[in-house]
């Protein structure tokens, strides 16, 4: 199954673009699925189409579907979060603040992801395309699978089996709940449900990301950071649409400024996205809503082309053999050297750029290694690694 996310900044035409590329494959004979993990869901409405939380029939080879986070939530997390909501509690914890901290930040979105992996499993589409939430939310999102496993392996450090001999020693003698059996069982469901969803969307064979935009400078700064994060957690950007595009026929001096503008803008994408491929789609004098608009748009932005295609194959994170050491590179364009902190502990790279921290978990090969240099080269972070005994 083909997945493609699309996400930006919100108000840039992010879902309409979404619901137009799943238009144009299901013309092409892909069964296609298009659903929305916003939590203000307006994909229902650029279909002009009422959807629910289950996927409902568009049109021929085309299903839709508005995530129900909430619904998703009880099923992956729901007995996890009471025993943490009573551990916390029992340690004084406000009861509303304990119901708080027992679901880590993104639970809710992240439960609308998982939908992705039960689609693959029932197979039942060829194609999904993921109208995905704005830029910062996607971001966190993506990076949630890293987050929770870190988060419940600190919560839950002791075996399943240890834990099994050692409860009815060990319990009458503490204060703090300790975990029941069933829970390890949901713990190791949910991590498992995690590591199914992060494989097929760390796929660059089955998932890409693609960045919609406008030509204004609060907007191509976003997706340039947009940009940036998804290669830190290793996600391949494949194309760039650039939205709402002035036409040349639109000559009225009332938008002679705008046009002024998105020129400017217009010539710094190319440099800015190269080589990732962009398509261009103008500003229609319609509304851009229903099947027969999103088809139109569909036509505009990909022409005869099959969007489900690949656009661009380069995967951001490589391990490479360079003068006899061993070399982890990752690109992250568009920053300096300033706003990129490298640390290595056991086995585990850390990477932070600005607000965002990615925990690379290293191959067996690097063992009793040390990093020994790190430099930004040109937007790829190249970080060497040397014997520890040398």
Known sequence: ??????????????????????????????????????????????????????????????????????????????RIRIYLSSLFSSQGVDDIVAEELASPPGMEEIASLMQIRQHKAEGKYDTLIVDCAPTGETLQLLAFPDVARWYLQRLFPASRAVM?????????????????DEIFGHIKRLLLDLEGMKSI??????????LVLNLEKMVLKEAQRAFTYLSLYDYLTDLVVVNRVLPPEVTDTYFASWRKIQDR?????????????????????????GLEGLRE????????????????????????????????????????KEEVDVRHNEGELYVTVGAYKREISLPRILDGKQVSRA???????????????Q
């Open 1 to 78: 199954m083909r997945v493609i996310l699309y996400t930006g900044k919100g108000g840039v035409g992010k879902t309409t673009v979404a619901a137009a590329t799943a238009v144009r494959c299901a013309q092409l004979g892909q069964r296609t699925l298009v659903i929305s993990t916003d939590a203000a869901h307006s994909l229902g409405d650029s279909l002009d189409f009422p959807l629910g939380e289950d996927p409902k029939k568009v049109d021929t080879n085309l299903w839709a579907q508005e995530v129900n986070p909430l619904h998703q939530l009880e099923s992956h997390w729901d």
């Open 164 to 180: 099994k001999v050692a409860r009815p020693v060990v319990q009458p003698f503490i204060s703090i709940p300790l975990p029941p």
């Open 375 to 389: 430099r930004l080269d040109g937007g790829l972070l190249r970080v060497t690694f040397t014997d520890s005994r």
């Open 265 to 289: 803008y217009n010539e710094s994408v190319e440099s800015l996205f190269d080589p990732i491929p962009i398509r261009r789609s103008k500003l229609f004098d319609h509304e851009i809503v």
């Open 201 to 210: 969307l760390g796929d660059p064979k089955t998932c890409t990301v693609r």
């Open 297 to 336: 748009l569909a036509g505009a932005v990909f022409g005869d082309e099959d969007p489900s295609r690949v656009y661009y194959h380069t995967v951001p994170q490589r391990l490479r053999r360079v003068d006899g050491h061993y070399e982890l590179q990752l690109q992250l364009p568009f920053i300096s």
